[in-house]
């Protein structure tokens, strides 16, 4: 499981359940209104990419080349995306105002949606297994919020800031990571097929391009439905990328992919 943590906790996590209680509440009468926004490592999910870049009436490719740096991901030896700040003093969001905080809260990353909740996991949950999830409260030095009255459970502060919807969409990726991560260091990736995970994961306009402009879809036997589905699903297409790059990376999930038999 990926951390979902903006900094590094300054304070020892408790582990908290769904059920668990915290106090929490951000707003413009905070006096640290918008200082989580500076000096941060967001990673950005696939579904972050694609609600984000449809905010700014961007492709994917302007938006990867504008507001994104890439990372290789330690362990899993993937390549990922971190938000790419301003060159200012303060390595401020690009999307933050000092008075209004976020231009883009609506559609805002994942990462911020969370906070100042993180997320982990004890172990890799395999396909037939629950998820052994747990998550902490990040408590930084700066961090008014936790003197506010307003009480949470985890639960409801998930439903409350819309990330149920962004982990389910982006559950076929977080299970592409964390299988990678499971394998002995000695099992890389190709070049290519890196280049092929960043491509699926993050560039879904050129992802587009190469299942309907190329001979991809000679090659497997889908049913018309499942063609018209993903060429007009952002998020269809998505997932479809994650069970591709199942299949190719760990031969899981084959059935899905049929090879068309030779005439």
């Known amino acids: 499981m990926i951390d979902t943590t903006q900094k590094t906790s300054e304070i020892p996590p408790e582990q908290l359940s769904l059920k668990s209680k915290f106090k929490f509440e951000c707003h413009k009468g905070v006096k640290c209104f918008t200082d989580c926004c500076r000096g941060i490592d967001i990673m950005l999910t696939p579904y972050d990419i694609l609600t984000m870049r449809k905010k700014l009436d961007l492709t994917s490719e302007e938006f990867l080349a504008v507001f994104t740096t890439p990372q290789i991901l330690e362990r899993a030896d993937l390549p990922v995306v971190t938000l790419k700040l301003l060159d200012d003093e303060r390595k401020s969001c690009p999307f ?23 997320v982990g996991s004890l172990s890799y949950a395999g396909e037939q297994d629950e998820k052994d999830e747990f998550f902490f409260t990040v408590k930084e030095a700066h961090c008014l919020g936790f003197d506010e009255d307003k009480e949470w459970t985890v639960a409801e502060w998930r439903e409350d800031q819309g990330v149920d919807l962004r982990d389910k969409v982006n559950e076929g990726w977080m299970d592409l990571i964390v299988r990678k991560k499971s394998l002995p260091p000695n099992m890389k990736l190709s070049e290519e097929s890196k280049k092929m995970f960043f491509l699926a994961c993050y560039n879904i306009d050129k992802f587009r391009a190469f299942v309907f402009n190329s001979t991809f879809l000679e090659r497997y036997d889908f049913p018309k ?22 299949v190719s990376f760990f031969q899981t999930g084959q059935e899905k992919f049929k090879i068309k038999e030779k005439q």
């Open 225 to 246: 439905e499942k063609i018209q589905e993903i060429k007009t699903d952002d998020i269809l297409l998505l997932q479809f990328g994650f069970e591709w790059l199942k």
């Open 96 to 118: 933050v105002e000092d008075q209004e905080g976020c231009a883009i809260y609506e559609d805002r990353p994942t990462t911020c949606r969370y906070y100042p909740l993180g």
